[in-house]
């Protein structure tokens, strides 16, 4: 292994040095400790600090970085404590988690690491969206993500490289290719010979390093990070190393060769370095030792102080509370005689987010053909000569690699609203919604501010995969809030507090409903909350809860039906849901429809009717009924797609509730 020192001095060798070695001991004592039984786990990056110490000391301490699950040396070069890497490892109240998250899954703004979730490749769009934001602000700034060659397989990969490209965002892609995906050589995962060779399909620079070499690394990435601050534009690294234990330590390393095992042994980073600094007389045996003592001395105490840290105490509502970024409401009331004009519920939604891009200057839209085209609906018409396009943006068609971005964008200062070209789309950003966006509070403290605007519903004859309800997704998933307005003026009052809420939200609009249906709308800046509901009518003999188009068919039907005395609750929220107002319309009448264009099986209005059924049941003279769309696949033909929504089934049910 071939050394360059370049104009670096003894100092700053000394320093790579000592950088390089305080990793390797730390995981030489967790080996020790997992063989006591004294910790359960641990995924080691033995044979692979070079890579984490060399970028890390490369980049500047306020730029953010996103390793992955093995690279301990960006912690520690970040001067992250041990006994706060140990305390979050071992699930301590002061871990950066509070127990809630093991390993490195967890980032934390003082230091500027972004940790991974278990799926590998969603990290890297979050880069994205730290560097876009850095772009946007004019910040001179590069960010460093990490993957493995396994997660070069995901079409996270792919949808993140593609977007940088594209945008020319000034982010470092490493790949650490460590010859296997746990046992899966990489004979079995790629096809092309190099995995740097896949940056000239992107447009971009690829660049290869030996990843055990320190001063390579770090020569490397200094370079590319401080080109990257002034021309912005992504590179591909792939650095070349080998994982000498286990993909975690229970696995083992029984499917390696021997012989390969043997090669790389010789490559160690750490010894190797060590014998170039003796030869350069920059070490000696005698300073090695004492380096190595002060070190075990340090480790053995911060890691038994670790141990005596405070346990989590279990605290149900402080979990619960904890799934949010708080937020306070502020109605934002306009005054009584304050304007309102006639519009569509189309327009109202154009109107709260030029709203929203006035107030909040580091709003920005991104959507597939949002920008001078105006999007699939013509919602954003117009928009990018009043924002420009580095605020209204054209993705490519990557809903994963989005999501992810705004959850960056997010993480570095900025809000978001992403608009999928139609909900159904939305299953191509399922993990980066459920898994990123709905756990980051609650996992290390840091809010998702994102909005996604779903364009949802059937009733256009557009069949199976641009009509779905696909709201009961997400509204089991904690974290998430869920809003579904009916009517123009709550359209634009939800959505301009989506947009000041820090925390994710998913923003049905019924297509639908775009273009037929107007209403006054108030002009200028109103909230209103998410998780009230509205009470449109008051009856005795029935109670409807509904919310979408649901809401339409129960007032054609109350219109049509003079006769009969019916409450009708228009939950315009579902996650929260107003669980107060559900519970008066139960005890006015006694009588409850749970209406919704969802299929019937699981749908949102199975839980409102578990709810119902055990916490008021005293108040039911009826068991509580759904009205739901059939459990199939919506169908195309304008006959077959009637007969398959609730409304068909509305006035029979009715019937039978008012029956029994």
Same mark, same amino acid.
């Given at each position: 292994?071939?050394?360059?020192?370049?104009?670096?001095?003894?100092?700053?060798?000394?320093?790579?040095?000592?950088?390089?070695?305080? #990793?390797?001991?730390?995981? %030489?004592?967790?080996?020790?400790?997992?063989?006591?039984?004294?910790?359960?786990?641990?995924?080691?990056?033995?044979?692979?600090?070079?890579?984490?110490?060399? +970028?890390?000391? @490369?980049?500047?301490? +306020?730029?953010?970085?996103? #390793?992955?699950?093995?690279?301990?040396?960006?912690?520690?070069?970040?001067?992250? #404590?041990?006994?706060?890497?140990?305390?979050? =490892?071992?699930?301590?109240?002061?871990?950066?988690?509070?127990?809630?998250?093991? +390993?490195?899954?967890?980032?934390?703004?003082? *230091?500027?690491?972004?940790?991974?979730?278990?799926?590998?490749?969603?990290?890297?769009?979050?880069?994205?969206?730290?560097? /876009?934001?850095?772009?946007? +602000?004019?910040?001179?700034?590069?960010? /460093?993500?990490?993957?493995?060659?396994?997660?070069?397989? %995901?079409?996270?990969?792919?949808?993140?490289?593609?977007? @940088?490209?594209? =945008?020319?965002?000034?982010?470092?892609?490493? !790949?650490?290719?460590?010859?296997?995906? /746990?046992?899966? #050589?990489?004979?079995?995962?790629?096809? &092309?010979?190099?995995?740097?060779?896949? $940056?000239?399909? *992107?447009?971009?620079?690829?660049?290869?390093?030996?990843?055990?070499?320190?001063?390579?690394?770090?020569?490397?990435?200094?370079?590319? $990070?401080?080109? !990257?601050?002034?021309?912005?534009?992504?590179?591909?690294? %792939? &650095?070349?190393?080998?994982?000498?234990?286990?993909?975690?330590?229970?696995?083992?390393?029984?499917?390696?060769?021997?012989?390969?095992?043997?090669?790389?042994?010789?490559?160690?980073?750490?010894?190797?370095?060590?014998?170039?600094?003796? @030869?350069?007389?920059?070490?000696?045996?005698?300073?090695?030792?004492?380096?190595?003592?002060?070190?075990?001395?340090?480790?053995?105490?911060?890691?038994?102080? $670790?141990?005596?840290?405070?346990?989590?105490?279990?605290?149900?509502?402080?979990? /619960?509370?904890?799934? *949010?970024?708080?937020?306070?409401?502020?109605?934002?009331?306009?005054?009584?005689?304050?304007?309102?004009?006639?519009?569509? *519920?189309?327009? $109202? !939604?154009?109107?709260a987010l030029k709203t929203g891009m006035y107030k909040h200057n580091n709003l920005v839209l991104m959507g597939q053909d949002i920008a001078e085209y105006g999007g699939a609906f013509k919602i954003t018409e117009g928009f990018t000569s009043l924002f420009g396009k580095a605020r209204v943006r054209n993705t490519p068609i990557c809903e994963s690699a989005i999501v992810g971005a705004a959850l960056g964008l997010s993480i570095n200062g900025y809000k978001s609203v992403v608009e999928m070209q139609f909900a159904d789309f939305v299953t191509c950003g399922f993990n980066q919604i459920v898994n990123n966006l709905a756990k980051t509070h609650y996992r290390w403290g840091e809010k998702a501010d994102v909005v996604i605007r779903m364009p949802t519903g059937a009733g256009t004859g557009a069949g199976p995969f641009h009509s779905q309800s696909n709201e009961a997704w997400f509204t089991k998933t904690p974290g998430l809030k869920i809003v579904y307005p009916a009517f123009p003026e709550d359209a634009k009052g939800l959505l301009l507090s989506a947009i000041d809420d820090p925390n994710p939200v998913l923003f049905f609009e019924h297509k639908y409903l775009y273009r037929s249906l107007t209403g006054l709308v108030p002009q200028g800046e109103y909230h209103l909350e998410i998780g009230k509901a509205n009470v449109l009518k008051e009856g005795s003999q029935l109670s409807i809860i509904t919310y979408g188009l649901g809401v339409h068919w129960a007032l054609a039907y109350i219109g049509e039906h003079p006769e009969l005395s019916i409450t009708l609750v228009d939950l315009r929220s579902l996650q929260p849901w107003d669980k107060t107002a559900v519970s008066a319309a139960v005890k006015q009448t006694g009588r409850v429809l749970i209406l919704h264009e969802d299929t019937l099986s699981n749908g949102f209005g199975a839980e409102l009717a578990a709810w119902i059924g055990e916490h008021c049941f005293s108040d039911l003279d009826a068991p509580v009924m759904r009205c739901a769309s059939a459990d199939t696949a919506i169908p195309m033909s304008k006959i077959l797609e009637e007969d398959f929504l609730a409304k068909s089934r509305l006035a029979a049910t009715i019937d039978k509730l008012l029956a029994y």
């Open positions: 292994m071939q050394f360059d020192r370049k104009d670096k001095n003894d100092a700053v060798l000394l320093n790579l040095y000592t950088q390089l070695l305080y #990793p390797r001991m730390v995981e %030489e004592k967790m080996l020790i400790l997992l063989r006591q039984g004294r910790i359960g786990k641990w995924f080691s990056g033995i044979g692979q600090e070079a890579i984490a110490i060399g +970028s890390t000391l @490369a980049m500047e301490e +306020s730029e953010y970085i996103l #390793p992955m699950h093995r690279n301990l040396g960006v912690f520690t070069a970040r001067n992250i #404590p041990l006994k706060r890497l140990m305390a979050q =490892w071992q699930g301590k109240l002061n871990g950066f988690t509070k127990g809630r998250d093991r +390993s490195f899954h967890f980032g934390t703004q003082d *230091y500027k690491i972004i940790g991974m979730i278990s799926h590998l490749g969603p990290q890297m769009a979050v880069a994205d969206g730290i560097a /876009l934001a850095d772009l946007i +602000s004019g910040q001179e700034k590069a960010t /460093l993500v990490f993957t493995g060659d396994g997660a070069t397989s %995901e079409g996270d990969f792919h949808e993140a490289i593609n977007v @940088a490209a594209v =945008w020319n965002l000034p982010v470092i892609f490493l !790949i650490e290719n460590n010859g296997y995906g /746990l046992s899966t #050589p990489t004979s079995e995962q790629y096809k &092309c010979k190099d995995l740097v060779d896949r $940056a000239i399909g *992107y447009g971009i620079e690829g660049i290869q390093i030996d990843g055990n070499n320190v001063l390579e690394v770090y020569d490397t990435l200094a370079g590319i $990070a401080a080109q !990257i601050r002034k021309d912005p534009k992504p590179v591909l690294v %792939e &650095c070349l190393t080998f994982r000498m234990r286990g993909h975690e330590e229970a696995s083992g390393t029984k499917y390696v060769p021997q012989v390969l095992m043997d090669a790389w042994a010789e490559k160690d980073p750490v010894a190797n370095f060590e014998r170039y600094l003796l @030869a350069e007389n920059v070490l000696t045996t005698e300073l090695i030792a004492e380096i190595k003592a002060d070190f075990k001395a340090g480790i053995e105490h911060e890691i038994e102080a $670790a141990f005596q840290e405070e346990e989590p105490v279990a605290n149900a509502l402080a979990e /619960l509370e904890d799934m *949010y970024a708080p937020f306070n409401f502020e109605p934002a009331l306009l005054p009584k005689d304050a304007p309102a004009i006639e519009i569509r *519920y189309l327009d $109202a !939604i154009t109107d």
